[in-house]
């Protein structure tokens, strides 16, 4: 006997185009995600990592800061600095809980058109520092295998305990209280990034300072592994530089630090001691090694943390919404720190006399330094300040 099957009375799916993944747009087929504006035509692992991952409620942070201060400021104001990019006056989408909305088009604002062009995150940053310890470590180790630190002058070891070992104060305090307080403050991923890299190549720097000071300790008789505190502390030559480096980390417009020690500061002050005296004298009294762990700190310097600094201020500079007004706080900022620089620099001038076998003269010294600050000026948009005549 056949059996007939009973049908049962189900609801039957319909199909509206209006479920998930059915709509057809110009990026269906993407095999990559990309919900910015690439530098170039197609988006590097750089971007990918870096780009937004400080998220906005200008752009699509739909229910506003999730995290604050006591005093009800929340997340990363764009007035932490006197500087303003395109879109910064745009007043934030008010955002609540289900308020849905995705606030502006991509970038939300011009401060969003950073890109570091070292292209610094976490993986580069380990390498290249690393192969950086590396370096310095084989230099130093070879050197101690040879009985180099014997061909040094007696003077000259006393210049090394006291100066070298003093520019490690420099960094530290730059390092720990300018640039890891401004990384924190400055509006982007983009330039957290860029300048918490800084941070950490001053810290760096710091310890190889330290650490070649005790290998120092341990390899010259009679070196002083102390006399740097007391040089740093009291010595005349290093109280300018003492006083512009404190002051430098008392600054809070994250901008103006970052504009302060990377545009001014360094070419007239950091470059002059490390370029200008130390890789200079070292060899003419008979050490090769002390350029080789300073000269890592001077190419850290200029040629990452200077490049990552340009492209920082130059749009700014030029900002289609800003640019005069960016120009005149720039302008001011100049008008503070060049005089302060200049004199701290003057001030370090009887350190260009003690070697036993003298460097080139520091008059021309600080004039090849002006020459280099006047170009950054120049790459900048920017025009030297009068107080750069002192």
């Not at 200008?58 to 999730?66: I, P, V």
């Not at 600054?251 to 990377?262: K, M, S």
């Not at 470059?271 to 300073?294: K, M, W, Y």
Request: proline fraction near 6%.
């Amino acid at each position: 006997m056949t059996t007939t099957a009973t049908e049962r009375n189900l609801p039957k799916p319909q199909f509206t185009d209006a479920e998930a993944g059915a709509k057809v747009f110009p990026d269906s087929t993407a095999r990559n995600y990309n919900y910015f504006t690439p530098k170039k035509r197609k988006q590097s692992h750089y971007e990918d990592v870096t780009v937004e991952v400080q998220p906005d409620p200008r752009h699509y942070l739909s229910q506003g800061w999730l995290y604050g201060f006591s005093n009800g400021v929340g997340g990363y104001p764009l007035d932490w600095t006197a500087l303003k990019a395109w879109g910064s006056d745009r007043p934030v989408p008010e955002r609540f809980p289900g308020s849905g909305g995705k606030g502006y088009d991509w970038p939300a604002h011009g401060w969003h058109e950073f890109r570091d062009p070292n292209e610094e995150w976490e993986l580069t940053f380990f390498r290249y520092n690393s192969n950086v310890e590396r370096q310095i470590s084989q230099n130093v180790e070879t050197a101690r295998h040879t009985d180099a630190f014997a061909q040094w002058n007696p003077n000259w070891v006393q210049f090394v305990e006291r100066n070298v070992g003093a520019w490690m104060h420099v960094e530290q305090g730059l390092g720990l209280y300018l640039f890891a307080n401004a990384q924190r403050r400055a509006p982007t991923n983009m330039h957290n990034n860029a300048i918490s890299v800084n941070s950490m190549h001053r810290i760096r720097f710091a310890q190889d300072l330290a650490l070649y000071n005790l290998t120092l300790s341990e390899e010259i008789e009679n070196f002083d592994g102390t006399a740097h505190v007391e040089a740093w502390n009291s010595d005349p030559a290093w109280q300018g530089v003492r006083r512009v480096a404190e002051q430098l980390t008392a600054i809070d417009d994250w901008a103006e630090a970052i504009f302060a020690a990377n545009v001014v500061f360094e070419p007239l002050v950091g470059e002059l001691f490390r370029s200008g005296l130390i890789q200079q004298a070292s060899p003419r009294n008979g050490d090769f090694v002390t350029p080789t762990v300073v000269g890592a700190g001077e190419y850290d310097y200029a040629h990452r943390d200077l490049l990552y600094t340009t492209a920082m201020f130059e749009p700014l500079v030029s900002d289609k919404e800003f640019a005069a007004h960016n120009k005149e706080i720039m302008d001011g900022w100049l008008s503070v720190w060049v005089p302060r620089c200049i004199a701290a620099a003057r001030e370090l001038q009887p350190l260009w006399s003690q070697p036993d076998i003298k460097p080139p003269r520091f008059e021309d010294s600080l004039d090849r330094a002006k020459h280099r600050f006047s170009g950054i000026l120049s790459d900048l948009g920017l025009t030297d300040p009068k107080e750069l005549t002192q």
